[in-house]
């Protein structure tokens, strides 16, 4: 049996409460929400707070998905009428939910006008969005809108079949515009700095090109609340599929696993009605950025070194790595000593006790390759941020040196048991030819070279001799003693 409306009956009386199902009427959902980037994260998150006020009875949040690029997700969810489980997972303990706040898919390649219908229809008060890093198509360094990045170009010639979230954005506000009704709110929920203000300001540079009457619109009447978004929620296996399948007796082409941790802090300013989330566990408050600056340069940037330190030596996932003593001293330190003093967030040591008893979660299969990809587009807001704040106060910036270092090393693409892995990442080519510069030249030079790439690394940091020659040092210790001896340097 597969998953499905019909189902659903079924299931509940069998599962008898071990698996939690949408109780109140589907049919009645109005689609309050496009969701832009369909992903695992965006349905045991945001889907999950949704479907909270849904089963307390206020229907307006429907969402529709839509997938930007690939149909895998949709194809998957579209003949189980979009039901899914998410299965949540600490140690031996488990449970189930299925989820019914998804009322359609849509894949945009294929379907960009009814994407459009969608989030131009009066009933849609929110397009949310989980796009990754360079789905924003901005300089990582900089922030700037990329007008050379193919799709903004393509979407700036061609604004009624956009390709970007940001094309499709701004196309549908003009839509809305000329239809006499007000913008939606934009709800960004990626790992950006102040992803909100983010989004709006590159939402402005590419309204600003495409028509400044509508821009101007969007400046005074639009809603861009920053957010600060977390949940660990690893790709999903076959063995997820066959585990949910067995507890549920009935098969979920995609369910999705995560943890039992959420949290999602939302600045309170909409441009029209919202869910009640609070209820659900959401946080609003009037500023979300010293959450999301912590979760950014706490969580993330612990991942980050979790996910080329591991991978090096040659671990697969994350409880794996921080279970070796040397890396877990050596996160630990790095957070304590060169990145809480950066930040604003009271209860940080707290925080930080919280985030390593995540990391240590075996259930959870979480792979460092996940991680790992995407450094060039991650690594300013995880890691950089918090080298700048300590260079202008004057405190140590070693380890998060040795940390940089770690990941030049993984650009290398063997592990130190000899194993080949490839670099996911939009910028791979640029950074495996410096990389290999690296192998050549002096290493300060190298490093000093690497750093040149401005997308990443501005112009700023090239310029700071103590960080280029910490990274350096570490580099060279890496490479001849490996990453556990090298971390050696930092022991207590
Ligand atoms: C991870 C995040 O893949 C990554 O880069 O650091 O997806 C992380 O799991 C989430 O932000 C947790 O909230």
Same mark, same amino acid.
């Given at each position: 049996?597969?998953?499905? %409306?019909?189902?659903?009956?079924?299931?509940?009386?069998?599962?008898?409460?071990?698996?939690?199902?949408?109780?109140?009427?589907?049919?009645?959902?109005?689609?309050?929400?496009?969701?832009?980037?369909?992903?695992?994260?965006? *349905?045991?998150?945001?889907?999950?707070?949704?479907?909270?006020?849904?089963?307390?009875?206020?229907?307006?949040?429907?969402?529709?998905?839509?997938?930007?690029?690939?149909?895998?997700?949709?194809?998957?969810?579209?003949?189980?009428?979009?039901?899914?489980?998410?299965?949540?997972?600490?140690?031996?303990?488990?449970?189930?939910?299925?989820?019914?706040?998804?009322?359609?898919?849509?894949?945009?390649?294929?379907?960009?006008?009814?994407?459009?219908?969608?989030?131009?229809?009066?009933?849609?008060?929110?397009?949310?969005?989980?796009?990754?890093?360079?789905?924003?198509?901005?300089?990582?360094?900089?922030?700037?809108?990329?007008?050379?990045?193919?799709?903004?170009?393509?979407?700036?010639?061609?604004?009624? !079949?956009?390709?970007?979230?940001?094309?499709?954005?701004?196309?549908?506000?003009?839509?809305?515009?000329?239809?006499?009704?007000?913008?939606?709110?934009?709800?960004?929920?990626?790992?950006?700095?102040?992803?909100?203000?983010?989004?709006?300001?590159?939402?402005?540079?590419?309204? *600003?090109?495409?028509?400044?009457?509508?821009?101007?619109?969007?400046?005074?009447?639009?809603?861009?609340? %920053?957010?600060?978004?977390?949940?660990?929620?690893?790709?999903?296996? %076959?063995?997820?599929?066959?585990?949910?399948?067995?507890?549920?007796?009935?098969?979920?082409?995609?369910?999705?696993? #995560?943890?039992?941790?959420?949290?999602?802090?939302?600045?309170?300013?909409?441009?029209?009605?919202?869910?009640?989330?609070?209820?659900?566990?959401?946080?609003?408050?009037?500023?979300?950025?010293?959450?999301?600056?912590?979760?950014?340069?706490?969580?993330?940037? !612990?991942?980050?070194?979790?996910?080329?330190?591991?991978?090096?030596?040659?671990?697969?996932?994350?409880?794996?790595?921080?279970?070796?003593?040397?890396?877990?001293?050596?996160?630990?330190?790095?957070?304590?000593?060169?990145?809480?003093?950066?930040?604003?967030?009271?209860?940080?040591?707290?925080?930080?006790?919280?985030?390593?008893?995540?990391?240590?979660? #075996?259930?959870?299969?979480?792979?460092?390759?996940?991680?790992?990809?995407?450094?060039?587009?991650?690594?300013?807001?995880?890691?950089?941020?918090?080298?700048?704040? %300590?260079?202008?106060?004057?405190?140590?910036?070693?380890?998060?040196?040795?940390?940089?270092?770690?990941?030049?090393?993984?650009?290398?693409?063997?592990?130190?048991?000899?194993?080949?892995?490839?670099?996911?990442?939009?910028?791979?080519?640029?950074?495996?030819?410096?990389?290999?510069?690296?192998?050549?030249?002096?290493?300060?030079?190298?490093?000093?070279?690497?750093?040149?790439?401005?997308?990443?690394?501005?112009?700023?940091?090239?310029?700071?001799?103590?960080?280029?020659?910490?990274?350096?040092?570490?580099?060279?210790?890496?490479?001849?003693?490996?990453?556990?001896?090298?971390?050696?340097?930092?022991?207590?």
């Amino acid at each position: 049996m597969r998953l499905s %409306n019909a189902a659903l009956a079924t299931l509940a009386a069998r599962a008898a409460g071990e698996v939690v199902v949408p109780a109140y009427d589907r049919g009645s959902l109005a689609p309050g929400i496009v969701h832009l980037g369909l992903g695992a994260f965006h *349905r045991a998150h945001q889907a999950v707070y949704t479907e909270h006020t849904l089963r307390a009875g206020d229907h307006r949040w429907g969402i529709v998905g839509v997938s930007l690029r690939r149909a895998d997700t949709s194809e998957a969810l579209a003949p189980q009428d979009h039901l899914y489980v998410v299965d949540v997972r600490d140690g031996s303990a488990e449970s189930f939910q299925v989820i019914g706040a998804l009322i359609t898919s849509l894949v945009a390649p294929q379907s960009a006008a009814a994407v459009l219908g969608a989030m131009s229809d009066p009933r849609c008060h929110i397009v949310s969005l989980t796009i990754t890093e360079k789905g924003y198509c901005r300089n990582p360094a900089s922030g700037a809108l990329q007008f050379e990045h193919p799709d903004i170009a393509h979407d700036l010639r061609e604004a009624v !079949a956009p390709r970007s979230a940001i094309g499709f954005v701004v196309r549908a506000l003009a839509l809305r515009r000329a239809a006499g009704l007000g913008p939606f709110t934009v709800l960004s929920c990626d790992n950006l700095p102040s992803n909100g203000d983010t989004m709006r300001a590159l939402t402005l540079a590419f309204a *600003r090109e495409a028509d400044p009457a509508l821009a101007d619109w969007i400046e005074q009447k639009g809603a861009f609340p %920053n957010t600060m978004v977390d949940r660990i929620v690893p790709l999903t296996t %076959n063995a997820d599929r066959t585990r949910v399948a067995k507890q549920l007796g009935a098969d979920d082409a995609w369910p999705v696993v #995560t943890e039992p941790f959420s949290q999602w802090v939302i600045e309170d300013r909409f441009a029209g009605p919202r869910p009640a989330w609070e209820h659900a566990g959401a946080t609003l408050v009037d500023d979300a950025r010293p959450y999301e600056q912590a979760k950014l340069r706490m969580l993330n940037s !612990a991942h980050s070194a979790l996910a080329y330190f591991g991978s090096l030596i040659g671990y697969d996932t994350v409880d794996q790595a921080i279970g070796a003593p040397a890396v877990l001293n050596f996160v630990e330190s790095m957070l304590r000593d060169e990145v809480e003093p950066t930040l604003s967030r009271p209860d940080l040591a707290a925080y930080r006790a919280e985030l390593f008893t995540r990391f240590r979660n #075996t259930a959870l299969d979480h792979r460092l390759q996940q991680i790992a990809t995407d450094g060039s587009q991650k690594l300013p807001q995880r890691w950089l941020e918090s080298v700048r704040a %300590n260079l202008k106060s004057g405190a140590p910036i070693e380890r998060l040196a040795f940390a940089l270092a770690g990941w030049i090393a993984y650009l290398g693409g063997v592990d130190e048991t000899g194993r080949t892995y490839a670099v996911a990442d939009p910028l791979a080519g640029t950074l495996t030819e410096a990389v290999r510069s690296t192998l050549l030249a002096d290493t300060v030079d190298a490093v000093r070279t690497l750093l040149e790439i401005e997308s990443i690394f501005g112009c700023d940091l090239r310029a700071h001799l103590r960080f280029v020659a910490q990274v350096a040092r570490h580099l060279d210790a890496i490479r001849t003693q490996g990453v556990v001896k090298a971390m050696g340097a930092f022991a207590a």
